[in-house]
């Protein structure tokens, strides 16, 4: 991994041989993610816009500059980068359309079945209120929050 000075004065980070990529953001952006995102939903990372319904995402890192693999997300957290990491960020379908050199890092995320999202809740109930808690204790508190939401 090398990191050399850009005209902008940044310090940015390169690995060899690396897919990294240079976020293109839309000119827009900031008015828009005000516009139609405002913190309800989640912000496409190209042009702002809020999506009710993420269903792409990619790895940004380099302090929102750039696009990442997997790998060389871990690659640069493992090397001492962890906090240029700012984490999975949805793509809209129609950014992605405008620009098809960002495909390579696009995660799809499927929807989560019933079954799997019951495990998840009862792992995370279990670490926050112990191990012993039963299934039983572990459902009704789903439901009171269900009820709470709904």
């Given amino acids: 991994m090398d990191m050399f000075f850009e005209p902008s004065g940044d310090w940015r980070l390169h690995m060899e041989d690396d897919l990294m990529i240079d976020i293109p953001f839309n000119k827009d952006f900031s008015e828009q993610m005000e516009r139609t995102g405002n913190g309800e939903y989640p912000s496409c990372i190209i042009c702002g816009r809020g999506i009710r319904v993420p269903r792409r995402m990619v790895h940004v ?38 620009h098809p050199e960002l495909k390579p890092y696009v995660q799809e995320q499927g929807r989560i079945k019933a079954n799997d999202w019951k495990a998840l809740y009862a792992d995370f109930y279990r670490q926050v209120y112990g191990e012993s808690a039963s299934d039983e204790e572990v459902m009704r508190d789903a439901q009171k929050r269900f009820e709470l939401v709904k």
Avoid at 75 to 97: F, Q, R, T, V, Y
Wanted: charged fraction near 20%.
């Fill in 61 to 98: 890192h380099d302090g929102f500059a750039s696009l990442v693999s997997e790998q060389e997300a871990q690659e640069l957290n493992a090397s001492g980068h962890e906090g240029a990491d700012m984490g999975m960020w949805p793509i809209g379908s129609d950014c992605l359309k405008l």
